[in-house]
């Protein structure tokens, strides 16, 4: 599976950005999908997970009621909203994929990471 995230930017702090992952091969569905991110000087962090069907999501508390993570299986294509985007959310952001059916929160079940796209929250 390879992955290539897009969608990063500069937002000024309360607005929203939609950050993009598409992926190839045609067994895109059967991987759990999650979001990443790196912010200088820190560790990576999890961010937001969907399964393979999209029916269930997973939030880091950090973003809770303020992103949404969605798939569009047809597409190969898993999305992050962020809404009222805070200083505190600029990093990179990594996309990746997961063939384990629990534990997403933990970076080290998947197996399959995007380049990571940057985003940057002005105050």
């Known amino acids: 599976v390879q992955l290539r995230a897009s969608g990063g930017g500069l937002v000024q702090a309360g607005g929203s950005l939609t950050l993009s992952c598409a992926a190839s091969?045609?067994?895109?569905?059967?991987?759990?999908m999650g979001w990443f991110r790196q912010a200088p000087g820190k560790e990576r962090e999890f961010v937001a997970a969907i399964s393979g069907s999209g029916a269930a999501t997973y939030y880091a508390d950090s973003v809770k009621g303020r992103f949404t993570i969605s798939r569009d299986n047809a597409k190969n294509t898993v999305y992050l909203q962020m809404n009222s985007l805070k200083p505190e959310d600029t990093a990179v952001y990594y996309c990746?994929?997961?063939?384990?059916?629990?534990?997403?929160?933990?970076?080290?079940?998947?197996?399959?990471w995007g380049q990571g796209t940057l985003v940057t929250v002005s105050s």
């Open positions: 091969g045609r067994t895109f569905s059967s991987y759990a």
């Open positions: 990746a994929a997961s063939s384990y059916t629990y534990n997403w929160r933990v970076s080290s079940v998947y197996a399959y």
